[in-house]
C-alpha cells in the first residue's frame, strides 16, 4: 500500500509559479511510474504530466507542454510539479498518483493510488 499526500498549493497570480510536492509512505516509489492529474470543478480529472522510474522518461499533456516540469527524487520519496507561467485555467485541485506499470502515461484509470489533492487557485 502506498500513501500520497501533496503540498504547496495555494494562490497565485497569472504569470505566477508554484512547485507542487507528493510524498509517498508505506512503499519506495522508485518501481512506480508517477502522475499528475487536476480537476476543475464540473470538469473530469485529466492527466497533466507522468514520469518513469529514473525519470528518464517523462510525458505531458499538450495544455501545460512547456510550462510544467515534472520531477522526482527516489531517495526522498518525492516527486514535484513546477508549474510556471500559470494561467487562470490552470485553476484546479491537483492530485499525484502512483501506478505500478513501468511504461509512461496518463490513462487516469490505470494509476493504483491517489492522494488527497491539493488546491491551485490562478488569479487574473
Known amino acids: 500500500q502506498v500513501q500520497l499526500v501533496e503540498s504547496g498549493g495555494g494562490l497565485v497570480q497569472a504569470g505566477g509559479s508554484l512547485r507542487l510536492s507528493c510524498a509517498a509512505s508505506g512503499r519506495a516509489l522508485s518501481t512506480y511510474v508517477m502522475g499528475w492529474f487536476r480537476q476543475a470543478p464540473g470538469k473530469e480529472r485529466e492527466f497533466v504530466a507522468a514520469?518513469?522510474?529514473?525519470?528518464?522518461?517523462?510525458l505531458y499533456a499538450d495544455s501545460v507542454k512547456g510550462r510544467v516540469t515534472i520531477s522526482r527524487d527516489n531517495a526522498k520519496n518525492t516527486v514535484y510539479l513546477q508549474m510556471n507561467s500559470q494561467k487562470p485555467e490552470d485553476t484546479a485541485v491537483y492530485y499525484c498518483?502512483?501506478?505500478?506499470?513501468?511504461?509512461?502515461?496518463?490513462?487516469?484509470?490505470?494509476?493504483?493510488?491517489w492522494g488527497q489533492g491539493t488546491q491551485v487557485t490562478v488569479s487574473s
Open positions: 498518483a502512483a501506478d505500478r506499470t513501468p511504461v509512461v502515461h496518463g490513462r487516469r484509470g490505470v494509476y493504483d493510488y
Open positions: 514520469i518513469g522510474w529514473t525519470a528518464y522518461s517523462t
